[in-house]
């Protein structure tokens, strides 16, 4: 697995291996997509207190869920790129911030549009809500931190450290229903299981996999333009390019 | 869901529901559109360095 993982340090073989995952992550994502929104807006039944206003979750949730996962991703990915100076890394963390972003902007504008009739207010400065809204300048602070720098490894590696320090804010956004007394409702979705009926369920776990697959394509796409903007003096980007 | 109207009033929520999802599309078509632009762009100034090189 390691060697795996070590030929796709090569900037050739990884933009190979984006260019044939994307269709793969591209179609599966869409035909979950479809499925999934026909089980959430159409199939699952009205929740008992919230009523069609619970709807909402096929969004917020996957959204949320993947505003978390893509920055512990980037915290990886730059531990690896500073630990084995691995330069694609840092590639891989570049191209995967601005979907990051724009996952948590989606996923506190939804939150805000479920806090609206479940809670009498778009906002409240609860401990779930902002630490969300940190993660999301967070994001921002990496991708202004990381182009800031005329020299792209001094910006990579500047990069690299914001995102592992800003990394603290993952398990802090995740528990933070659980150390403060927050007026956002605990996890949905727990590893012992759920309370919600199948009928439910199943459009949610569909969704979050059409999620995860969506931001797979397109990281896929944007690696393969960081990858060409790094390597645009390299042969094979020359004879790719030829092509 | 009965009908298609208790699909679009959404049992009171349509407010909220629709401009929730309206959200997301916005999200997975914008991020999409930029994504491939970036790409094309970037394989068109490959393409026009290959050139220079070659000339």
Redesign the interface.
């Known amino acids: 697995m390691f060697t795996w993982l070590h030929k796709l340090g090569s900037p050739p073989v990884l933009y190979r291996f984006a260019e044939r995952a994307a269709p793969w992550c591209k179609w599966t994502a869409f035909a979950l997509l479809a499925a999934g929104l026909v089980g959430g807006l159409i199939l699952a039944p009205p929740d008992y207190q919230q009523g069609d206003g619970f709807r909402i979750i096929y969004i917020h949730v996957p959204s949320a869920i993947l505003s978390l996962f893509v920055f512990a991703y980037m915290a990886v990915a730059s531990a690896v790129g500073l630990i084995w100076r691995l330069r694609m890394a840092h590639a891989v963390t570049a191209a995967a911030a601005p979907l990051g972003a724009a996952f948590t902007l989606m996923a506190l504008v939804t939150g805000s549009l479920w806090g609206k009739p479940m809670w009498g207010t778009f906002w409240v400065w609860d401990a779930r809500l902002t630490s969300e809204l940190v993660l999301f300048f967070i994001y921002l602070g990496y991708m202004a931190v990381a182009n800031a720098f005329p020299d792209q490894r001094t910006g990579d590696r500047a990069g690299a450290i914001l995102a592992l320090v800003g990394a603290i804010d993952v398990p802090i956004v995740h528990y933070s229903v659980h150390w403060w007394a927050t007026l956002h409702q605990g996890a949905t979705l727990k590893l012992s299981g759920s309370n919600m009926p199948a009928s439910m369920l199943w459009p949610l776990l569909v969704m979050m996999v059409a999620f995860l697959l969506y931001f797979g394509w397109l990281l896929t796409i944007r690696l393969r333009t960081e990858i060409l903007r790094r390597e645009r003096r390299a042969s094979w980007v020359m004879r790719l390019a030829g092509q | 869901?009965h009908s298609f109207h208790e699909?679009l009033t959404?049992?009171?929520?349509a407010a909220?529901?629709w401009?929730?999802?309206a959200?997301?599309l916005v999200?997975?078509v914008?991020?999409?559109w930029?994504?491939?632009r970036?790409?094309s762009?970037?394989?068109a100034?490959?393409?026009r360095?290959?050139q220079e090189?070659?000339k």
């Open positions: 869901m699909f959404m049992g009171g929520f909220y529901v401009p929730a999802y959200v997301g999200v997975f914008g991020s999409g930029q994504s491939r970036g790409l762009k970037a394989l100034r490959a393409a360095r290959a090189v070659e």
